[in-house]
C-alpha cells in the first residue's frame, strides 16, 4: 500500500509531489508514462514560463528543472516509461512497463495529473484531401523541438491556441514561411502576448472569424483554401482565399485526457471535460484529486503548480487525517458569459482562510464587474478592465464570505460596464 | 512464368491470393499502392451484409450469402476483428413498411438466415436510441461488422506465408497477350508473365481490362463519406443500423465498428478516379440523414472523417469471369457493396474458373494456415502480466489512446507484409487509431520505423508514396546527428 501515487510527472505531478512530500507525506510514487520527467514542457523550449511563480522568464524545460530540483531533494519515487491503464474505484493503480512488468499498486490516495490532448481535424471536420502534413502543432513541435526535424516550408496555421502561435514563431525562426493563422472565432484563443510576440513583431497575419474550407493536395499537402466566416458560423461564398502551403498546423484546442477518471466512475463536468472537484481538489472518489490540465485546460503553467500544490496538500491531510468533513456544500455555477468554474463544490469546512475560483468566459468583455451571487443576493464583487475566453481568471473567496452565502449555491457571472 | 497474376491487393486479390495459395501453384500479387488494402478496403463501411439487398438470382445475391458465411470462419482462423452484431433496417415512416416486407422476401430466396420483421416496440427495445419515428424493422442476424483492413491483410500473410509472392508499389501499366497463352504485364518494376491473369484492380479493374481487351462493363467510382466517432459514442447503437431507400437516396448507416468506435455513413457521389475528398456538403448530408436514425449521436466526438470509392458498375451485379475474347483473363470487377462480404465467395469463384481450365495444382500437403495476433489490451491482467515478462516490449504503451504497444508495433514492422509506413503501423497494430488520431504517438511510431527498418526518418511515410511526413532537419539537425 502507497500513501500517495500520483499519474503524471509533468508540471501538475511534480507540484502535487513536492507540497505533498512538505506536507509530511514519505511514500510518494509518481507513475510516469515518458522516459523523462516534465511532461509536455520538455518540448517547450520558447520562454514565458514561471513570471508568476518566479518572477523570471524560464523556458519550458527549465520551469521543469526547477520543480525536478525540488524533488530531488525529497524521498518520492519515480518510475518512468510506465504507463497507467486503469485506475479502479477501491483505488488500486494498474500500469505496465518494460522494467517492472504489470503492477497493481495499492493507493491510500491519489493525484490525477494525466494532462491534456490536443483536438484533431476529424473534431472539427475540415473538409478535403487527407495527405501528410496536416499535423497538431504540439506534434509538429515535438518533431521539431525533440526529434530535430522541421515538418514543412510553408505553413498555415488553423486557430489561434497559443501551442500555434509558439509554433509560427518556432517555424519562422527554423526558415519556414508562415503564411497566416486563421482563427474562426472573432477573437484569439491564445494569450495577447503571444500574439504580439509570435505573430505581430514576425509580420504574420492572423485572419479572425476565417477557417479552412478546404485541404488540397494527394500525398502531401499542396494547398489550403480558406474563407471568412459570417454570422451563421458558415463560410461566406466569395471570400475564399489560396494559400499555397505544403503544412497545416492546428491549434484547435485542448482537450482533458480524462480516459482513467471516466472508467474509474469519477463524476465529470462536461464544461471542463474534466472531473467534478471540490475546493481542494477533491474528486467524487474521497482520496483522489485532479489537478492541472486534466481538470481544466490552463493558459500558464505557473496556476497548474499552484492548482497542484492545493492537491499535494490536500492528498497528504487525507492520508494524515482522513476524508474531510462533509458539511454544508456549495455548488458553484457558471451564469451568464461563463464557461465553466472551477472547482465545481465548495465544503465551507474545508476553506481555511479563503478559496480560489478559475473560469473563463465565453466572450470578450470590456470593463467588467465579476459578481458572486448567492441566490439573489450578490456576496461579492471584482472588478477587471477586460476578460477574454483566451485568459483563465480567478478570484478568491474568503471563508467569511461563504459562511454568509444565503442558499447553497454560487452564481458567478459578468455584469458588463 | 507465374501460373496466376493477381493485379491488386485489396480484399478481393487478397482473398483470391488467399484460396490460390492452398494449390501447388507459383502465384504473384501486383498492388499498385505501397501496401495493401490502401484504397477501397481501407475505406469502407466495414460491414458484412446480410444479403437480403441484391436481386434473387443475381451472382451478387449468391456470393454474398456464401462470402459472409466463409468471413466468419476466416476470420475466426486468421483472428480477424469480427463480430456478428446482426442488422436492422429501419422503416422511418409507415410507407417504408412495404419495402421491409420487399427485402425480407428478397433475403429469403437468397437464403439469408433467421430473418424477422420487428414492431416498432420490438425495434425500440433493442435499440433504444432509435427515432421514435422508427415503425418497424427487418432483423438480420447473420450480419457483421469487421476490420476490413485486418481481414485482407490477414489473407495476405497467409498468402505469402504459403508461397505466395507480394510485389508492392508494383503498377500494371500494360498488359499483352502472349503468342502461345498466357499474359505479358508491364509494371513499374519490370515485366511478369503469367499464364492466367486475375484482374483484382478495384475502381481501376476497366483500366487494366482495358489494356487487353475493350470491357464490356463501365466502372463509375463512387464516393462515400463517412464520420468516425470516439469510442464514448461506439455504444450509441449495437447493430448496424440502416435505413430504407427513399426519395433522398440510399440512406445512410449508423454502425458500431469491432474497434469500438461509431461510424457513420456514406453518401455516393461519383468521382473521378481515386479523389477520397470530404466535403462539407457531403458531410452535412451525412450528419442530417444519419439523425433521422439515431437523433442523439453526439457528432463533437468526432475523431475522424474519411471518404472511400467503390467501383460502382453499370449493371447490377458483379462482373465475374473470363473475357471472351481473352482466355485466362479472369475479370473480378464491379465490387461495390456488397463486394467486402462477398470477397471469399468471390475468390472461390476464381479458383473455380482456374480448375475449370486445369490449371490448379495439387493441395499443397504442407500448408500452414491459421494466424494469432497479440492484442495486448484485450488480454486479462494474468495475460498481461504474463506476456510483458516474457516479451518486455509489451510492457511500453506507444499508443496511449488504444494502448498498443511497442511489442505490437515490433510485430507489424516484422509481420509476413511487414508495415513501412506510418498508417501501415496503424492498419496492422491500431497505433494512431485514437481519439488523437496519432498526435501523441506518430513520432515515437516513426521513430521505431526508423530504428527497425533501418530507415532516415526524413524518408518515413505517413501513408502513400510521396507522403513524407518530415521535410528536412533542424538547423540543429536530427536526432541521428546527436
Not at chain 1, 120 to 140: D, E
Not at chain 1, 202 to 213: A, C, G, R
Not at chain 2, 346 to 369: F, P, Q, R, S
Request: hydrophobic share 40%; net charge negative; proline share 5%.
Amino acid at each position: 500500500m502507497v500513501d500517495l501515487v500520483i499519474i503524471g510527472g509533468g508540471p501538475a505531478g511534480l507540484a502535487a509531489a513536492c507540497k505533498a512530500w512538505e506536507s509530511g507525506l514519505r511514500d510518494i510514487l509518481i507513475l510516469e508514462r515518458d522516459k523523462e520527467l516534465g511532461g509536455i514542457l520538455n518540448q517547450c523550449i520558447h520562454n514565458g514560463f514561471g513570471l508568476h511563480r518566479f518572477g523570471e522568464q524560464l523556458t519550458g524545460p527549465e520551469y521543469a528543472g526547477r520543480f525536478i530540483d525540488m524533488l530531488k531533494n525529497t524521498g518520492v519515487k519515480v518510475q518512468l516509461d510506465t504507463m497507467v491503464l486503469e485506475v479502479t474505484p477501491d483505488k488500486k493503480v494498474h500500469c505496465v512497463s518494460k522494467t517492472e512488468g504489470y503492477q497493481i499498486i495499492e493507493a491510500k490516495s491519489i493525484v490525477l495529473g494525466m494532462g491534456c490532448r490536443e483536438r484533431t481535424r476529424g473534431a472539427i471536420g475540415t473538409p478535403g484531401t487527407r495527405p501528410a502534413g496536416v499535423y497538431t502543432a504540439g506534434a509538429a513541435q515535438r518533431y521539431v523541438n525533440m526529434e530535430g526535424y522541421m515538418v514543412g516550408k510553408r505553413v498555415l496555421i488553423l486557430g489561434s491556441g497559443d501551442i500555434g502561435l509558439i509554433m509560427a514563431r518556432r517555424m519562422t525562426l527554423e526558415g519556414a514561411k508562415v503564411l497566416a493563422c486563421v482563427e474562426v472565432m472573432p477573437y484569439s484563443g491564445g494569450l495577447t502576448r503571444n500574439i504580439v510576440q509570435c505573430l505581430n513583431d514576425f509580420n504574420i497575419p492572423l485572419y479572425l472569424s476565417h477557417t479552412i474550407v478546404d485541404i488540397q493536395g494527394k500525398e502531401r499537402v499542396e494547398k489550403a483554401i480558406v474563407a471568412e466566416i459570417g454570422p451563421d458560423r458558415k463560410p461566406i461564398p466569395g471570400t475564399e482565399m489560396e494559400f499555397d502551403v505544403d503544412t497545416i498546423l492546428l491549434s484547435v484546442g485542448l482537450i482533458p485526457e480524462n480516459e482513467l477518471t471516466k472508467q474509474a466512475g469519477i463524476e465529470m463536468d462536461p464544461r471542463t471535460k474534466g472531473a467534478v472537484v471540490y475546493e481542494n481538489m477533491e474528486t467524487s472518489i474521497p482520496g483522489v484529486f485532479a489537478c492541472g490540465n486534466v481538470v481544466q485546460v490552463h493558459d500558464l503553467v505557473d496556476f497548474v503548480s499552484g492548482e497542484s500544490e492545493l492537491a499535494g496538500v490536500a492528498a497528504a491531510k487525507y492520508v494524515q487525517n482522513g476524508p474531510v468533513q462533509e458539511g454544508r456544500v456549495l455548488a458553484v455555477k457558471p451564469g451568464k458569459d461563463l464557461g465553466y468554474t472551477l472547482p465545481q463544490r465548495i465544503r465551507v469546512e474545508g476553506v481555511e482562510k479563503s478559496t480560489n475560483v478559475s473560469f473563463r468566459v465565453r466572450r470578450i468583455c470590456g470593463k467588467s464587474t465579476i459578481l458572486v451571487k448567492s441566490g439573489d443576493q450578490v456576496i461579492a464583487k471584482f472588478k477587471r478592465e477586460r476578460l477574454a475566453p483566451g485568459e483563465m481568471e480567478h478570484i478568491a473567496l474568503p471563508r467569511v464570505l461563504l459562511d454568509k452565502a444565503p442558499v447553497d449555491e454560487l452564481t458567478i457571472e459578468i455584469e458588463e460596464a | 512464368m507465374y501460373d496466376v497474376a493477381i493485379i491488386g491487393c485489396g480484399v478481393i486479390g487478397a482473398a483470391a491470393a488467399y484460396a490460390l495459395s492452398r494449390y501447388e501453384n507459383k502465384v504473384v500479387i501486383l498492388e499498385a499502392e505501397n501496401d495493401v488494402a490502401d484504397c477501397t478496403t481501407k475505406a469502407n463501411s466495414a460491414i458484412l451484409h446480410a444479403g437480403y439487398d441484391p436481386a434473387p438470382g443475381t451472382k451478387m445475391a449468391r456470393l454474398n450469402v456464401r462470402g459472409v458465411e466463409l468471413a466468419k470462419e476466416i476470420c475466426a482462423k486468421l483472428d480477424v476483428p469480427y463480430k456478428q452484431c446482426g442488422s436492422l433496417v429501419l422503416a422511418l415512416s409507415e410507407s417504408e413498411l412495404p419495402h421491409l416486407q420487399h427485402l425480407y422476401e428478397n433475403g429469403t430466396a437468397n437464403g439469408v438466415p433467421d430473418m424477422k420483421i420487428l414492431t416498432k416496440e420490438e425495434t425500440l427495445a433493442m435499440e433504444p436510441n432509435l427515432s421514435e419515428n422508427v415503425c418497424g424493422a427487418l432483423w438480420a442476424p447473420s450480419a457483421a461488422i469487421v476490420s476490413p483492413w485486418e481481414y485482407a491483410l490477414a489473407m495476405t500473410e497467409v498468402a505469402v506465408r504459403n508461397g505466395v509472392e507480394l510485389r508492392r508499389s508494383c503498377r500494371v501499366e500494360d498488359a499483352e497477350a502472349m503468342a502461345d497463352g498466357g499474359y505479358r504485364l508491364t509494371t513499374t518494376q519490370g515485366t511478369v508473365e503469367a499464364r492466367y491473369v486475375i484482374n483484382a484492380a478495384g475502381i481501376w479493374t476497366e483500366k487494366v481490362h482495358c489494356m487487353v481487351e475493350p470491357a464490356s462493363f463501365h466502372i463509375t467510382p463512387t464516393r462515400g463519406e463517412y464520420y468516425l466517432l470516439d469510442k464514448s459514442e461506439g455504444t450509441r447503437v449495437n447493430h448496424v443500423i440502416f435505413q430504407c431507400p427513399n426519395e433522398l437516396g440510399k440512406g445512410v448507416l449508423v454502425s458500431p465498428t469491432v474497434h469500438g468506435n461509431l461510424i457513420v455513413g456514406p453518401d455516393a457521389v461519383p468521382v473521378h478516379g481515386d479523389d477520397t475528398s470530404c466535403t462539407s456538403k457531403g458531410l452535412e448530408f451525412v450528419k442530417a440523414t444519419a439523425q433521422r436514425s439515431v437523433p442523439s449521436i453526439n457528432f463533437g466526438e468526432s475523431i475522424r472523417n474519411f471518404a472511400g470509392v467503390r467501383a460502382n458498375l453499370d449493371v447490377d451485379d458483379f462482373i465475374i469471369g473470363e473475357e471472351p475474347e481473352a482466355p485466362g483473363w479472369i475479370d473480378l470487377a464491379g465490387m461495390k457493396s456488397p463486394g467486402l462480404s462477398a470477397a471469399p465467395a468471390v475468390a472461390e469463384e476464381a479458383v473455380g474458373i482456374l480448375k475449370g481450365h486445369g490449371a490448379l495444382g495439387a493441395e499443397k500437403a504442407d500448408y500452414k494456415d491459421g494466424r494469432r495476433h497479440i492484442r495486448f489490451k484485450e488480454l486479462s491482467a494474468e495475460e498481461k502480466a504474463k506476456l510483458v515478462k516474457e516479451q518486455p516490449a509489451y510492457g511500453r504503451v506507444i499508443c496511449r489512446c488504444e494502448t498498443i504497444t511497442e511489442g505490437e508495433i515490433l510485430a507489424a514492422l516484422h509481420s509476413e507484409v511487414p508495415a513501412t509506413t506510418i498508417d501501415g503501423v496503424k492498419r496492422r497494430a491500431g497505433a494512431g487509431m485514437g481519439r488523437c488520431q496519432g498526435g501523441f504517438c506518430g513520432p515515437r511510431v516513426l521513430e521505431l520505423i526508423s530504428k527497425e527498418l533501418g530507415m532516415d526518418p526524413l524518408d518515413i511515410l505517413q501513408d502513400k508514396n510521396g507522403s513524407n511526413v518530415l521535410v528536412s532537419e533542424t538547423k540543429v539537425g536530427g536526432k541521428s546527428n546527436g
